[in-house]
């Protein structure tokens, strides 16, 4: 999946935030790596895909739109009629060459366009023909998401292309399969492409949606008036037209006598990355990170050391980045980070937290406490969910995030935002409640 001309691959960097002292004993070491990309086609927080190539250039890539044509798009219907104008927008940002399709999604999945298990290739004739079969489709049937994301594999595979990347509307819950299907076809995904995954209106369930990007390494989001979605769609797609380069994945090397606790990306969302490493030979693991514009990342690692005696130092880690090939080569993009330990008994080298870890601890807590708040809520442990809302408040505004603070505050009344004393509110709009939860994850980086 890694195929590019070389011209394409952006310049990566890499710095390490740390305090490598350890008290006499000691053995946890937690650091920030900071991964940079530069030379992409997304611009700071701005896209400027995909008119930075000129026609035909640029990375090779394939799309694959799924929408929604359950029943339920039919309630109402500008929802139906909104989906179509949003995949619309989205096949008109696509560049020129890149391949493309469009899946109807229902209890199966349907090949809306161009048809016969085949990718369009995007020009002004192929976008006009999509855009006159968007006008066909229709809602009625049930909700099999598993089936789509089979169907954009098999598409999506067919290409031979850099870039290969998914996006996925749903209105309603995944009712016509069981779960495990569904976790059958994101594990068979996994890895083979990524996702954008959209959930529109409220009748569909955050953990579905916020799961499937997870598990395909995309953005997840709640488009809660039908109106927004061609926006949406449209910054969607410039997006995916920006990136550059696939299946990058970060390489953790430790010595002997060490084990990794954890590796997880906390900008510019928390996501877990622990348990999906693979073997890269001894003592090495590659944990991936999709792929990759012009942007930033922040991961948290952490490491379990051998404790030592003062006066001792180590290298705790190895941090690298690497495009492991099909065929058992690997390309090393060029980024390296060390993760030190230094025993000492200074004190106060010894118990400063680095700024960067401590806020990135923060904003991890913040994630979590949102997730637990909520789904006490919904159990109707009042308490319970009062004090970890009342938690989340504290830390959203210590650490400066002002977006989940607002988000916050439509679900809890703030009291004193310092303390975290909230109190519930009596009714709260779905789409608010629904909002939090999936944006919960949104991180801030460190105030300079």
């Known amino acids: 999946m890694a195929n590019f001309a070389k011209s394409n691959v952006p310049q990566f960097s890499m710095d390490v935030y740390q305090n490598e002292y350890l008290p006499e004993g000691g053995s946890e070491v937690n650091a920030i790596v900071t991964v940079s990309a530069t030379g992409g086609g997304t611009i700071g927080s701005a896209v400027t895909a995909p008119h930075l190539y000129a026609p035909g250039q640029g990375p090779s890539a394939a799309v694959a739109v799924m929408v929604d044509c359950s029943g339920s798009m039919d309630y109402p219907p500008a929802k139906m009629r909104n989906a179509r104008d949003a995949t619309a927008a989205a096949i008109d940002t696509l560049r020129d060459g890149v ?6 999604g229902t209890h ?6 161009p048809g016969g298990g085949r990718l369009a290739v995007a020009d002004a004739r192929t976008r006009a023909e999509a855009r006159e079969a968007l006008r066909r489709l229709s809602a009625g049937g049930g909700t099999a998401i598993g089936t789509w994301l089979r169907l954009a594999d098999r598409l999506l595979a067919s290409a031979d292309v850099a ?15 069981a779960p495990a299907d569904l976790k059958s076809a994101l594990d068979a995904c996994a890895g083979r492409f990524t996702c954008d995954a959209r959930g529109v209106g409220t009748d569909w369930e955050v953990k ?4 499937i990007a997870s598990a395909l390494l995309g953005t997840a989001d709640i488009v809660a008036d039908p109106a927004a979605l061609a926006a949406d769609f449209t910054r969607m797609m410039e997006a995916a037209m920006g990136k550059e380069v696939a299946d990058v994945a970060l390489r953790v090397w430790t010595p002997v006598g060490t084990s990794i606790r954890f590796v997880k990306q906390v900008a ?16 090495a693991g590659d944990y991936p990170t999709g792929s990759w514009g012009d942007e930033s990342r922040d991961y948290h690692l952490c490491v379990e050391v051998p404790p030592a005696g003062i006066g001792r130092e180590m290298l705790a880690a190895r941090v690298s980045l690497v495009i492991p090939e099909a065929d058992g080569t690997v390309q090393n993009l060029g980024a390296q980070g060390l993760v030190r330990a230094v025993w000492t008994d200074d004190m106060t080298a010894s118990t400063s937290i680095n700024p960067q870890v401590a806020h990135y601890t923060g904003q991890a807590e913040l994630a979590q406490v949102i997730q637990q708040g909520l789904d006490l809520r919904k159990a109707g442990d009042f308490d319970g969910a009062t ?3 009342g938690r989340a408040v504290q830390l959203a505004g210590a650490s400066g995030n002002a977006d989940t603070a607002k988000l916050l505050a439509k679900v809890v009344d703030v009291v004193d935002a310092a303390t975290g004393t909230v109190r519930l509110k009596a009714k709260v709009a779905e789409a608010d409640e629904m909002t939090l939860e999936t944006r919960s994850t949104k991180t801030v980086r460190v105030k300079k």
């Open 387 to 389: 004090a970890k809302l």
């Open 108 to 113: 199966v999945a349907t090949e809306v366009y």
């Open 268 to 283: 510019p969302t928390v996501e877990e990355l622990t348990g999906r490493r693979t073997e890269a030979g001894p003592r």
């Open 99 to 104: 391949h493309f399709a469009v899946i109807g």
């Open 163 to 177: 870039i290969r990347h998914g996006i996925l509307l749903t209105d309603g819950r995944n009712e016509h399969e």
């Open 208 to 211: 579905e949606v916020t799961g």
